[in-house]
C-alpha cells in the first residue's frame, strides 16, 4: 500500500505581501503627516497674503538655481531608493560583485546612495539658510522670514528624520542573520516616507520659489 506525498504548492510558499498591516498603517500615519504640511502651507499663503510687500522685498534673496538643483538630487534620490525597494522584495541584500559594478548592488548599496544624495540636500538648504541669514533674512526680521523658514525647516527635519531611517534599515541589513521578508518590508514602509518628503517638497518647492 503506498501512501501519498503532498509537496507544498507554489502558492503556498511566503510571499512579500503589499499592502499589509505595517504598510497600510504607515500610509495612515502618512496621510496625518499631509495634514500637518497642509496647515503649514495654509500659514504661508495666509502670511503672504497679508504681507505682499514683505514678500516683493525678500524673495529676490532666493538662489532659485541653488535650490533647483538641490530637488533635482532629491528626486533623483527617489529613484535610488525606489532601485533599493526593488532589491529588497527580491530579498538581495547586498551587492554580489564590484562596487562598480551597479547592477549587481543590492539593498544596501541603493539605500546607501539614497543616503549620502539626502544628506546632500540637507546640507545645501543649510548653507542656503547661512547665507539668507547673512543677507538679513531671518526667522524673526519679518513675516516672510519666519514662513520660509518654519515651512522649509519643518521638510528639513523630516528628511533628516528618514536619513535616520534610511541608516537604521542598512544597519539591520547587516545586523541580520538572515534578510527576509520582515527586513524587506522595513525597507518598504521606509522607501514610502521618503517619496511622500519627496512629493512634499517638490509643492514646496514650487510654492515658494516661484509662485508669485
Known sequence: MTTATHTPSKSAQPTLNRPNIVSVGTVVWLA???MFFAGLFAMYFTLRATSPDVWA???HHLNI???LTNTIVLVLSSVTCQFGVFKAEQLKARRTGSIFQVGQWGMVEW???TFV???FF???QAME???LVSEGVSIAASAYGSAFYITTGFHALHVTAGLIAF???IGRAYVAKRFGHYEATSAIVVSYYWHFVDVVWIVLFIVVYFVK
Do not use: R
Open 122 to 124: 540637507v546640507s545645501v
Open 32 to 34: 496625518s503627516e499631509l
Open 65 to 67: 538655481p541653488l535650490a
Open 167 to 169: 541608516l537604521f534599515i
Open 111 to 113: 539605500f546607501l546612495l
Open 129 to 131: 539658510y547661512a547665507t
Open 57 to 59: 522685498e525678500n524673495t
Open 117 to 119: 544624495m539626502g544628506a
